[in-house]
């Protein structure tokens, strides 16, 4: 599969894959973003993508950034019918101030396919052993 991709900056960094055959592609800050203790910013990639009919781009942390300074990324599906930029939405859940550097790895997206559902109102669903058990259903609280 080929991913097309448009420089909406021309200074923007093109995804990229840390090592062959890794799930994710790393997407780049095109702008220094401060993120103060318990703020969330957004953080431009200038960079926007077609992704396929029948795919979905999710957007996932970046370890390093999420482990050593707290910052986690707030959603991310990226429909296939999207042709705008990507804007990575963060949290810091820190207690210090992070300053996140232009062409620094801000977040990764995955490319999946999925199957699109019908929706259909009923009256039942189907049993199950588990049924409404939520928290603590398989005995451990």
Request: charged residues 25%; contains cysteine; proline residues 4%.
């Amino acid at each position: 599969m080929k991913l097309k991709v448009k420089k909406i900056n021309s200074d923007a960094k093109l995804p990229t894959h840390g090592h062959p055959g890794d799930a994710g592609m790393d997407f780049y800050a095109a702008e220094d973003v401060v993120f103060a203790p318990g703020a969330q910013a957004r953080v431009h990639t200038g960079i926007a993508v077609e992704i396929p009919e029948g795919h979905v781009g999710l957007i996932w942390d970046k370890s390093s950034i999420s482990f050593n300074h707290g910052l986690k990324t707030m959603g991310g599906v990226i429909d296939a019918g999207y042709r705008g930029e990507i804007i990575m939405n963060l949290i810091n859940l820190s207690t210090v101030p992070y300053t996140l550097p232009k062409g620094h790895k801000v977040a990764q997206m995955i490319i999946q396919k999925f199957e699109h559902c019908d929706i259909e109102e009923v009256v039942d669903l189907t049993e199950t052993v588990r049924g409404e058990g939520r928290e603590g259903s398989t005995g451990k609280k």
